[in-house]
């Protein structure tokens, strides 16, 4: 199966997890006040890499709960990455990013706020990278070179797709996860290179897909 | 009021699970290998200036200046690829044309400037130049056109060799 087939039958399936979410009985409206709150959250599952690599991403978030209906969200993190590749190549990057957008709850319990969400969101990131061990050889005048690029600066922005998971665990605290599918809308290459890693998004290809853990607290206002 | 939070909660595990499995799949789908086209190469055309057309050398044979190793070794071509030495400035080859009028020699001379570019983990790096100028001795090729400076990975042609 090739990966145009594997992307396609992606989609189809992220529509289809929202079909039979939205079958509920139809019963009286209270009528909800506009705002129903802010959460602060922290994802976590990048710093858990950080158990086992030298590699770590954290962000927080804020967002907003309107009429439980809608939840206009920032997003500001900062992420690190060293990675080597096959011909030894070293890649480091960090860097910041920030990202904006808005989550809407497929269904949701007013008494205890959990919910299945699916969101759109902006991404930007602005970043340093370096390279290092990098070899070629002379080719017919067979001199082979090892170089590094250092300091190399770049931008890249990306829509960012989600669909998550938020539940309750005790008092204001929430645990969730959710799924992300992101493809960059722009980007600016360094003066000598790709940047292969985009803090946020994740490994430079379209599309990219990633998950995130998340820990929630609600505020008391 | 129970059973509808018991059914939320069911409904959340199921499409948690289920995009797990999707992510499992798209996260599978990850691009590897190299695609893009790594060779570096000048692109030198030949142009016969009274035909006013491009045209094929019989007899070529083409080699850098103080190599032993053949490019071209009495082929007849339209155009020659020939590398720049990443790590100097001037790149010099000899072309000799063997003819049944007689063998013809002439050195081609490139000047250029180079840098380093990063493709991908997978691609790794190539080198990149601009040409300052090209000249040859004159023998075979009267003048020379600089037709595309920058030389990269982009197929096309650099040089015409004036006939």
Not at chain 1, 57 to 80: C, M, Q, V, Y
Request: glycine letters at 10%; aromatic letters at 12%; a positive charge.
């Amino acid at each position: 199966m090739s990966c145009s087939i594997c992307k396609r039958w992606l989609v189809v399936g992220l529509l289809l997890l929202t079909l039979p979410l939205f079958a509920k009985e139809k019963s009286k409206v209270k009528p909800v006040a506009f705002y129903q709150g802010m959460q602060l959250g922290v994802e976590f599952g990048g710093v858990l890499n950080h158990l086992v690599s030298n590699n770590w991403s954290t962000a927080g978030t804020i967002d907003l709960n309107i009429r439980n209906k809608l939840l206009p969200t920032i997003e500001l993190g900062r992420a690190h990455l060293e990675q080597t590749g096959e011909t030894g190549v070293l890649y480091t990057t960090t860097g910041n990013f920030l990202k904006v957008g808005f989550n809407k709850p497929i269904i949701y319990n007013a008494s205890t706020h959990d919910m299945f969400y699916v969101g759109l969101h902006y991404g930007f990131s602005s970043f340093n990278y370096d390279l290092r061990n990098l070899s070629f050889s002379g080719g017919y005048w067979g001199q082979p070179t090892i170089t590094s690029i250092l300091g190399e600066h770049a931008y890249a922005g990306w829509f960012d797709a989600v669909a998550g998971v938020r539940v309750k665990v005790l008092g204001p605290i929430s645990l969730g996860w959710s799924i992300h599918y992101r493809n960059v809308l722009h980007i600016s290459n360094g003066d000598n290179s790709v940047p292969q890693y985009i803090p946020g998004y994740g490994q430079n290809v379209n599309p990219y897909a990633g998950i995130n853990a998340n820990l929630y607290y609600k505020l008391p206002f | 009021m129970g059973c509808t939070v018991k059914n939320n909660r069911r409904l959340i595990r199921a499409g948690a699970g289920l995009a797990a499995c999707l992510l499992l799949l798209l996260s599978a789908c990850q691009s590897k290998g190299c695609y893009d086209y790594t060779d570096v190469k000048v692109a030198c055309s030949f142009y016969q200036t009274d035909l006013s057309k491009s045209v094929s050398l019989p007899g070529l044979s083409v080699w850098g200046l103080g190599k032993d190793s053949l490019l071209y070794n009495n082929q007849t071509e339209s155009k020659i690829e020939l590398e720049l030495n990443p790590n100097a400035s001037i790149s010099r080859y000899v072309v000799k044309m063997a003819t049944n009028n007689g063998t013809f020699y002439d050195t081609l001379t490139f000047y250029y400037t180079s840098g380093t570019w990063f493709q991908s983990m997978d691609c790794d790096c190539m080198t990149f130049s601009t040409l300052d100028s090209c000249t040859t001795t004159g023998t075979i090729f009267p003048s020379v056109t600089l037709k595309q400076p920058l030389v990269n990975n982009t197929k096309t042609t650099h040089v015409v060799l004036n006939l």
